[in-house]
């Protein structure tokens, strides 16, 4: 039994033994003064006496000196050598936690149950003072404690468990372990790794260290080579054709094994019914691109899924999607009574090139323009005409109001007084005269806000350079300060300025459109830049065919924005919809104007209803994160090394002989027992000392 200090220097404390030494040798006894009649008939004898101090009560003397040298010997922090932790019959208990991979590439084969009985083994193994923690992970963790011993929790635990739709991240558990491990009070800390090592699962460059003795052991449920056949991507290519829309559908196989594979059927099924199917083959780690043959699509909503036939880990061989109408923007341009033939024809081009989203246009003279001409519109441009008088007027005012969006370009035939009164308010400020900038060779224009919708797909490298393009004449048009400038000529003029207007949107350009006043319709960025005006305007969100497992989706946004019947007003008042789960889980959830996240863990559709409708209001695809798929393996040794300290990898230790003296030190906390001890002689001091006070009086 060994037995040393962690803090030897607060011996020096013992100096403090003098203190009960010198109490006891310059205590006086008190001596009582007696009464005596005069001494002035006696006579001075001379007496001379020697006495020597000693310690009288021996036994106050010890208890006080025990009492400093504890105290001191408390302060030094003792603790005491293996062999001691023996006797206190604490070597023998573990501090276990058990870490089994859940991702879908523990489908592969039998993987899974490999795993899980691993697991159970390792649980059943944990003795009655043994703390057992279970963590199921992918790339999230779900974590299982069980102190009571007996090992009941996470054995229900691991048979609950199934293979989930995430991707593998050793990052999580081992965090988790290297907290539970730090804090553990007992002696042998142990965790074990239950995975079939992928490499796709470690980055390397994670700050993760199991505390210095820990065991880290692993248990690799792999077995062979692995091969792999996957569906990893899909490209929806639309197109038109005599007004009916059609769309192929392209597939990406990837075969990540060491073999090829020749003759593998893959099939195309839309809503249910195999429609297409083709033979395909792969070469060894390779990748090939099948393209079916298009298909009229309806005027609804359908599910489509790509399927390769089955391989040892089938999760990966279908690829889903779902696909609604195309979402065409319908727009019409009004021109001035006095336009010409080709006023409008950059822009009319523009919105005729490109499908998603398709354009609708249609050109009226103003004059010509009847209210019927908005029914079904997205958006009105204004190509240099003057605001609609009348009841056209009026409609197109509760047009913009509703929330459609309305595009005014102010160039020459936009002059002071060609706008009514009760119009006005649609454009920034009142119209100027126009700016001419042919003497100095144009001017430049300057983007304001590269985060609006209209220019953030401009906002990269290298994207769109606005400043190439020359500007000779532009309406000048005063800023009252209610709309948002989005950009300026270069001297300080508005060029594009927004206006929220009711529940609709109002783009002011105060040049022209048609190669006249300036040369942006001959540049690169005018096509882009047009499209992405409409899209703005009409309010315009591209359905999303299919999401990752792990995403998020905001039921509220999503069904919002037209894929459902649900208008805003009734949004505002939570509307209570049912979410069914590709495995047919259902659940409420209450969805209004606030966010409401759905989290998106599960392979295959998920359905979104009302209670009182059988039919859904909107369906989701969801598909595996592709990176799961590649099965190539990690050297185990590569990640165990690098989480643990040197020669406690793969074999148990006993812990004694590991730790540090802090770590035996804390762990066994004598001081607390030596500071009990002294409280203790204190008051038995307190007690005797009162005694022999009132035996000497």
């Known amino acids: 039994m060994g037995f040393s200090l962690l803090a030897p220097l607060f011996l020096a404390g013992l100096v403090a033994l003098a203190i009960p030494v010198i109490i006891h040798l310059t205590q006086k006894t008190k001596k009582e003064a007696i009464p005596f009649p005069s001494l002035l008939f006696l006579s001075r004898v001379p007496y001379k006496t020697n006495r020597r101090q000693q310690i009288r009560h021996w036994w106050l003397f010890l208890l006080r000196s025990a009492a400093i040298v504890i105290l001191v010997v408390a302060f030094a922090r003792p603790w005491l050598e293996s062999d001691a932790i023996g006797g206190l019959g604490l070597e023998s208990a573990r501090e276990v936690v058990v870490m089994v991979d859940q991702s879908y590439s523990m489908a592969y084969g039998d993987r899974w149950e490999r795993a899980r009985v691993a697991a159970r083994g390792v649980v059943e193994g944990l003795g009655p003072e043994d703390h057992g923690t279970l963590v199921l992970f992918s790339d999230r963790t779900q974590v299982v404690q069980d102190h009571a011993g007996d090992g009941v929790a996470l054995r229900a635990a691991i048979d609950a468990a199934s293979v989930s739709a995430g991707v593998t991240r050793y990052a999580l558990p081992l965090q988790v372990a290297e907290q539970i491990l730090f804090e553990s009070q007992l002696p042998i800390r142990e965790a074990v790794l239950i995975t079939d090592f992928q490499r796709v699962g470690w980055e390397g460059e994670d700050d993760i260290q199991l505390p210095q003795g820990a065991v880290l052991r692993r248990i690799d449920v792999t077995e062979g080579e692995p091969t792999n056949v996957a569906v990893t991507d899909i490209t929806l290519d639309r197109s038109y054709r005599s007004g009916r829309e059609r769309v192929a559908v392209l597939a990406r196989v990837v075969n990540q094994g060491q073999d090829s594979v020749g003759n593998a059927q893959i099939t195309l099924s839309i809503d249910g019914e195999q429609t297409a199917s083709q033979a395909i083959s792969v070469g060894p780690n390779d990748s090939e691109v099948i393209r079916f043959p298009a298909f009229a699509m309806p005027q609804r909503e359908v599910r489509g899924s790509v399927q390769i036939a089955d391989d040892a880990l089938p999760v990966d061989n ?166 948002a400038v989005l950009a300026r000529f270069d001297d300080g003029n508005i060029a594009l300025a927004e206006l929220q207007v009711g529940n609709g949107k109002v783009l002011v350009w105060t040049s022209d459109l048609s190669n006249s006043w300036n040369d942006l319709p001959v540049q690169p960025v005018f096509l882009p830049t047009i499209h992405q005006v409409m899209r703005h305007l009409a309010r315009y969100a591209p359905q999303q065919p299919w999401f990752t497992a792990g995403q998020v989706l905001d039921l509220s946004q999503y069904l919002a924005t037209g894929v459902s019947d649900i208008d805003v007003a009734e949004l505002a008042a939570q509307v209570e919809l049912i979410v069914e789960s590709p495995k047919g889980d259902r659940e409420i959830r209450q969805v209004g104007n606030a966010p409401e996240y759905l989290p998106l863990d599960q392979q295959g559709f998920y359905k979104v209803r009302r209670p009182e409708d059988a039919d859904p209001l909107g369906t989701i695809a969801v598909n595996l994160d592709i990176t799961e798929s590649d099965l190539t393996r990690l050297d185990p040794e590569q990640l165990v090394s690098a989480v643990t300290y040197q020669g406690t990898a793969s074999s148990t230790v006993n812990l004694a002989a590991t730790l540090t003296p802090s770590d035996k030190e804390r762990r066994q906390g004598l001081w607390w027992y030596l500071l009990v001890a002294v409280l203790l002689i204190m008051v038995a001091e307190s007690v005797i000392s009162n005694r022999v006070s009132s035996k000497g009086s």
């Open 318 to 483: 279908s690829f889903r999607f779902v696909l609604s109408p195309g979402q065409s923007i319908s727009v019409l341009v009004l021109e001035h009574a006095n336009a010409g033939r080709d006023e409008s024809l950059y822009l009319t081009r523009a919105l005729g090139i490109g499908s998603e989203p398709p354009h609708t246009v249609n050109v009226r003279r103003v004059t010509a323009f009847q209210p019927s001409d908005l029914d079904g519109r997205s958006v009105v441009i204004l190509n240099d005409a003057p605001f609609p008088r009348g009841t056209g007027g009026r409609r197109l005012r509760e047009f913009v109001n509703d929330g459609g969006g309305l595009l005014v370009v102010l160039a020459a035939r936009s002059r002071t007084g060609s706008w009514p009164e009760d119009a006005i308010d649609l454009l920034p400020g009142a119209i100027g005269v126009p700016v001419d900038r042919l003497a100095d060779r144009g001017g430049t224009l300057s983007v304001t806000d590269y985060d609006h919708p209209v220019f953030d797909v401009f906002c990269a490298p290298r994207s769109g350079d606005f400043s190439e393009a020359r500007y000779f004449r532009y309406r000048r048009v005063q800023d009252d300060g209610r709309a």
